[in-house]
């Protein structure tokens, strides 16, 4: 009998997780083997190990990894967990490190410190990287002076093509991202700009005037960090030339910043409109209650706003208590509603898709948005209330109120934030408490106002 030929199967390689690995070997105490394993790591896999890691986890860690390594994966953890680790380390190893990271890494971290172990770390600095920074540090860190590098290879309008490939190649710069060379007076003064390609491309005896843009895309130091990433993608730009008021190059934001801060800016946006801190982890329970506790306190007053309103008709719930079971789909859908618009608009003003000179239009448009959305929510629960109660007046009126609740929420999730806006103030940060305080008035004054009119149809 012929034995049949069995397929031949590749062996399955099971890829463990690193964050995985690191905990395992620190529940079983193994703190060695953990920070050997981290040591090892790539630095991308080391910061997101070590933003997984409690507290307490960080403290056995993080004092007995080298300057490498923590340079390494500082560059790519997130804001808290950097904090984390600036806190843990000592001034030596953190002096190595602030010289080693990038310049507005470099400067977050320097703002991170106390004042005593922030001149301590200075002082540790070389002359060079010391007199880079305490540039850097001059600006706030969401501007672009403050997201800006330093290290940036200028180029002298004199110069010929095959002079300017030998400044290139000896250059002391940070080189690894030569997207552009900007072309400068020996005062700084910028003239124009030229891409690496066409420098390599060029006849060595052109001269860098010759090929040059002099037609150079720049920002202030002083903008807004977001502006810069804005102008970054709306040019489609691998670098973006910082100077000052006078026209003089500090330094670039490169597209890698571009990621940065559009990520940073939106999880910002998300946390104020959930009213939390946007430095807030899980690690701290002390620090959570701080940050959450005053706004909570904020909403209850306005909480206490719609309670008075149903307190108000009293009597009317006295007599049709079913009433009250539908109050939470009043106020609830009217909530909803308005905040999927404020989301909308607020993330639109931040990225200047919108303007407060745009609000009728917007005005317009979320009002017949909400009249559709108002209808169809109220026939649908309206008819679950004719159906469940047999009184087709208790439907018309929770049809008046969801609709009429739904319209309010959409309208105001356009004029709320616009006037924040207006006024100057970050409509993310509070936008959604006087949305949620609006609805819930508005929604339970149609809705119990309509019924105290029809209370007679509905006993």
């Known amino acids: 009998m012929n034995e049949r030929e069995l397929p031949e199967v590749e062996p399955q390689i099971e890829t463990v997780d690193p964050v995985d690995q690191v905990l395992d070997l620190l529940r079983d105490d193994e703190t060695a083997a953990a920070i050997a394993l981290v040591t090892d790591m790539r630095s991308p896999d080391a910061a997101e190990v070590l933003e997984h890691l409690s507290s307490d986890d960080l403290e056995e860690i ?84 403050g997201r800006m590098t330093g290290q940036v290879i200028t180029l002298l309008p004199n110069l010929t093509a095959g002079q300017a490939i030998e400044q290139l190649r000896t250059s002391q710069a940070d080189s690894s991202k030569p997207f552009y060379l900007y072309v400068t007076e020996p005062d700084r003064t910028l003239e124009g700009v030229l891409n690496v390609r066409a420098l390599i491309t060029a006849p060595p005896g052109s001269v860098v005037t010759e090929l040059m843009t002099t037609d150079v895309i720049t920002i202030e130091a002083s903008e807004d960090q977001e502006e810069a990433a804005r102008v970054l993608q709306r040019h489609n730009l691998l670098a973006l030339p910082v100077v000052d008021q006078h026209g003089h190059l500090l330094g670039t934001i ?163 934030p616009m006037a924040l806006s207006r006024l100057k103030q970050d409509p993310a940060l509070s936008g959604g408490i006087w949305l949620t305080t609006a609805t819930d008035i508005s929604g339970f004054l149609a809705f119990l106002g309509t019924a105290a009119v029809l209370i007679d149809r509905l006993k």
Do not use: C, K
Not at 65 to 81: F, P, R
Not at 282 to 297: C, D, E, Q
């Open 62 to 145: 993080i004092p007995s990894l080298d300057a490498e390594t923590i340079s390494g994966a500082i560059e790519y953890a997130d804001s808290s967990t950097r904090s984390e680790i600036v806190r843990l380390l000592e001034t030596d190893t953190l002096t190595e490190t602030i010289a080693a990271v990038p310049d507005d890494i470099a400067t977050d971290l320097v703002h991170e410190l106390d004042d005593e172990t922030a001149a301590q770390v200075m002082e540790g600095l070389s002359d060079e990287r010391r007199e880079e920074l305490e540039q850097l540090l001059t600006y706030a860190d969401d501007t672009a002076g």
């Open 254 to 416: 490169t597209s890698d910043d571009l990621i940065d801060v559009m990520q940073e800016e939106a999880t910002e946006d998300l946390y104020r409109l959930a009213l939390v801190h946007e430095d807030e982890d899980l690690r701290g329970i002390a620090s959570s209650i701080r940050n959450r506790l005053p706004w909570l306190t904020v909403n209850l007053v306005t909480a206490l706003a719609a309670a008075w309103v149903v307190a108000f008709f009293e009597s009317t719930l006295a007599q049709v208590a079913i009433l009250a079971a539908f109050l939470p789909v009043i106020g609830g859908q009217g909530g909803n509603a308005g905040i999927q618009t404020l989301t909308i608009i607020v993330r639109s003003l931040a990225i200047d898709r919108v303007a407060p000179r745009d609000t009728l239009t917007l005005v317009r448009h979320e009002a017949i948005v909400g009249v559709i959305l108002g209808v169809a929510s109220g026939v649908l629960v309206g008819l679950v209330a004719w159906a469940w109660q047999g009184n087709w007046w208790l439907g018309l009126v929770v049809f008046a109120g969801l609709a009429a609740n739904i319209l309010v929420g959409t309208v105001f999730g356009v004029l709320i």
